[in-house]
């Protein structure tokens, strides 16, 4: 008991910071403490936290997944060009979307795997491609005025004093939710973690790396589809340039966290909270409306540094404790 | 040669064959037209030297090395795993010689990973546990399974791969040094678990290195010899001359005798004295003293206490009580590198998982230590790195003999010979030793034991930790031998014998309570 809340020492900090920042927030701006922001930060960081599901298995796996926000840019503009254009139909080009990307990131996972390359270099180039050819699509922004979008903004859980529950914020708990259950409940979430251990090991013991390889680049590619789809839902457009950078958010608010960038520990609900927390310095901002934006990347960047020497450090400390062997029963 | 001999009538039938395995690494022939047959409910020795081919072998069946050559049936039908987890389908487990589990998943994740229970899709946690408990009882060990495995020693975690392996065995146990880490207790664990496999008719390879074992439990014996096939014959055809003829191509040299007699010798200055050093919980406070030109050595069961000890003596482990003097100085050992800077050297019993830099080639193993201790500022030239290179090379019988190979191409025993090549290359004042002959072969064993004598007689201090008890008493002083962390008889001059030893470790402990263990 006591070791497995050791385990999750990072996370249960993540979210004392979470609160600590929450309740910060609230004693300046009292009007802060609501239902109505605390929605509002769900829904504005619905896209972001679905890419941050899908980074947190890379990472644990011991890889990096650098195209997700290229991905999320091609998304939209693929979305609005399909429905605007070509008159796809929003579900079927929901559906189009979704298996563009699996191929896409299954792709990338067989090359990393098969040629032996680093994720690193396969996602970069990957990133590349992928923004590439959306500016090949178009380089302009495209509304999308479908009915689907316009109806899916009206269609929200609504609570008292106007706060809503947006579909984004829905699919958004949905995908932490499932992949809470993936990575710490089933086979493949076990292997996950067994790659990020030790990769040759991994083979060794009979498991079918090629394959978990390719899957959890394939998911995080998906998710980052949805991002992208949930993306233009909430824009209700579709712009080349959109997403630029989400790739590094979303590894910052996994290594925030609690997830070792070198892969083999992490939790799928600390990257959640790490979404939380730049959503929270971002709302504050925008709250006191004098600050500039960039005062976000500042926070967060000194939240990053914080963070990893508070996991140095824990980590030290449990390598410490660990050292004493245990006994054997005649 | 021996031929392999012709199945005798009404013997078991054949399990697995393995017709003309080849392989080769970049023009360097590894095997080469190997034959082997296991039968049911046999268990083979699969015998050789450092760098004989059995890992390689064992790594061609599986599909984990690709083979150049050669066909293999399984009851009688041909198969070609292509990969570890092929294999494991086909009935065939394996516990390979590096280190094969996830460090940072608990125990029993790693005892099933890959075929967890579940239901619905979802692993069933608690069934699990119930079941890795169940497996592990099976082996004498009762641990916390919720733990990851890195918390526990290796000697542990080699006893959770073979759990694994043994539970995954449907027809065939390939075991490639299982023994190298355990000690006397476990391995009749082992072997008992292994005559139960035997009877329900599955066929187990064994690689060992200690020839004990192979007579203790094996009933054939293939040896293989330069990547080649030397011999294959049931145990009682094949007595341990031969074997040792046939695995090495020539007679063993000697020097395996009783160290020369005891003269009372003038106490020579002690190189490092502690006193009532101790760690709570971790090893009770203890003397001792070190002296130039002599061996001291710790004896004693596995988590006993022994590598605890030098571990506190080296520093790696911050003692709380006691007192330490070098050269007569007073001084504060709080560090490895304050350990190695008053003249140190440590060559851990870990060393196969935690010592080699697999990237660097077996010269810059070697002189890697030797480089550290000299500082970044006074680099070694290239001459003296080649020469210290060669001289341990051919010392140690480092095989094959090329310095600028990267070490993680050499077999596991080479690999361990470059790493006590590495600390003895520092020439220290007090060299700490962990096991210095596990998974080295009997060819090998005895220069290292030559070794040990000369640098002793040059006037080094030792401290070796050993469970090799006839080896020990060949070159130790002084013998300390330890009970539950504590340091119970010290046995010295004529007392240094193997009965003593053993009558000391075995004497009847204080209280039948369950081993330390980490909270
Ligand atoms: N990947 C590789 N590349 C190049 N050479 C290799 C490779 N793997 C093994 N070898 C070489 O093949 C030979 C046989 O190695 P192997 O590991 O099979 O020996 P072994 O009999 O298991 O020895 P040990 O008792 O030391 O474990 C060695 O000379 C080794 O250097
Ligand atoms: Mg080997």
Known sequence: MIRSLSRLTPVLATLAVFLAGFIACSLVYPNFASLRVVMNLLTDNAFLAIVAVGMTFVIISGGIDLSVGSVIGFTTVFLALAIERWGVPPLMAFVLILVICAAFGAAMGAII???????FIVTLAGMFLARGVSFLLSTESIPITADLYAHLSEHAFRFEGGSRLTVPAMIMIAVVLAGMVLLHLTRFGANVYALGGSRQATALMGINVARTTVLIYTLSSVLAGLAGIVFSLYTSSGYSLSAVGVELDAIAAVVIGGTLLSGGYGFIFGSFLGVMIQGLIQTYISFDGMLSSWWAKIATGLLLFAFIAFQQFTLHLARRSRRAPAGVHP | MLATSPPAAGAAPDLLALIGFSKSFAGFTALDRVDFTLKVGE????????GAGKSTLIKAMTGVVARDAGTMRLDGIEIAPRSAEEAVRAGIATV???????PNLSV???????RQPTRFGLVREGEMRRRARALLAEFGLSIDIAAPLESYSVAIQHIIAIARAVDQSARVLILDEPTASLDAQEV?????????????GIGIVFVTHFLDQVYAICDRITVLRNGRLAGSAPVADLPRLDLVRLMLGRELSAATGRRPPHEARAPSTAVAAFRGLGKTGYVVPFDLTLRAGHVVGLAGLLGSGRTETVRLVFGAERADCGAAQVAGQKASIGSPREAMALGFGYCPEERKTEGIVAELTVR???VLALQARRGALAPLSRREQDAIAAKFIRLLDIRPPDPERPIGLLSGGNQQKALLARWLATAPQLLILDEPTRGIDVGAHAEIIKLIRDLCAEGMALLVVSSELDELVTYADEVIVL??????????GAQVEVPAILAAIAEVPSSASPPVRAA
Do not use: S, W
């Open chain 2, 43 to 50: 268990i083979h020795a699969l015998l050789g030297e450092n």
């Open chain 1, 113 to 119: 795997q098969y040629f032996e390359l680093p994720a």
């Open chain 2, 96 to 102: 390979y010689q590096e280190v094969n589990l996830a």
């Open chain 2, 108 to 114: 029993a994740q790693n005892l099933f990973l890959g």
């Open chain 2, 364 to 366: 810059e193993n070697i």
């Open chain 2, 188 to 200: 009749e664990v082992l072997f008992a678990v292994m005559r139960q496999l035997k009877a329900r």
């Open chain 2, 483 to 492: 009970r539950e962390r504590a340091h119970v008889a010290r046995l010295t």
